[in-house]
């Protein structure tokens, strides 16, 4: 009974670079989201996806960022032209329900931009 | 704006040695508060939900308790193996998401 799948677990980037991280949420679980994580602050959310629908975007950055959750396959999160700032780890969770706190979390996927 | 505030950052305890950590919350309406574990490396785990004033939930060594204003996480005679970074976050009435803290770091030393 696998957990919340995310790769790759590290990736390098050098800026301008695009980056794609993928997560394959627990069996049986339709909600899918992304959090990131940086040194010393609390994990700050980014998006909350259904299968093929972005419920709420509201701490995506209006630029560069976006995530898709499509009906066959893993969730992504795609960074185009990353830059410095963009270096964090990056979380998903899944749950089997909507307006729950009871998230399982992946391992996470380490983001450094050189 | 839902906001978290835990303290303290960081907290060294012999093993044995009883203590709690402290969540402070703000939020407009409070569907439920959540503990997690983190182990370096890891992503976060999930411990316990308290939903109204006056709950209290317990696991192992660790017990939450909740007031209209802040949670506390209570260890009792921790272990090494307590180490870790406790999150606080809270859901509110209207929102998708959890605010977490940033977490109080504990170290337990043999």
């Known amino acids: 009974n696998a957990g919340v799948m995310q790769n790759p677990r590290h990736l390098v980037r050098r800026r301008g670079q695009e980056a794609r991280l993928r997560c394959s949420p627990m069996k049986g679980h339709s909600h899918v989201y992304w959090y990131r994580q940086l040194p010393e602050e609390g994990l700050k959310f980014m998006v909350y996806?259904?299968?093929?629908?972005?419920?709420?975007e509201s701490g995506m950055p209006k630029e560069r960022f976006s995530a898709e959750f499509p009906k066959e396959g893993p969730s992504i999160l795609r960074i185009q032209q990353v830059v410095r700032g963009d270096s964090a780890a990056y979380f998903c969770?899944?749950?089997?329900?909507?307006?729950?706190?009871?998230?399982?979390f992946g391992e996470g996927s380490r983001l450094t931009v050189l | 704006e839902d906001q978290v505030t835990q303290s303290p950052e960081a907290l060294r305890l012999q093993e044995g040695e009883s203590s709690s950590l402290n969540c402070s919350y703000t939020v407009s309406g409070l569907r439920g508060l959540f503990w997690y574990r983190q182990d370096p490396g890891k992503g976060p785990e999930f411990l316990f939900t308290l939903y109204s004033a006056g709950e209290e939930k317990e696991k192992e060594r660790l017990k939450a308790t909740l007031t209209k204003k802040e949670s506390f996480l209570h260890i009792t005679a921790p272990k090494p193996e307590d180490s870790a970074t406790y999150l606080c976050a809270v859901h509110s009435f209207g929102n998708e998401k959890l605010t977490f803290g940033t977490g109080t770091r504990l170290t337990i030393i043999p």
């Open positions: 996806l259904q299968k093929e629908n972005i419920i709420d």
């Open positions: 969770a899944s749950s089997s329900s909507p307006n729950t706190g009871e998230l399982f």
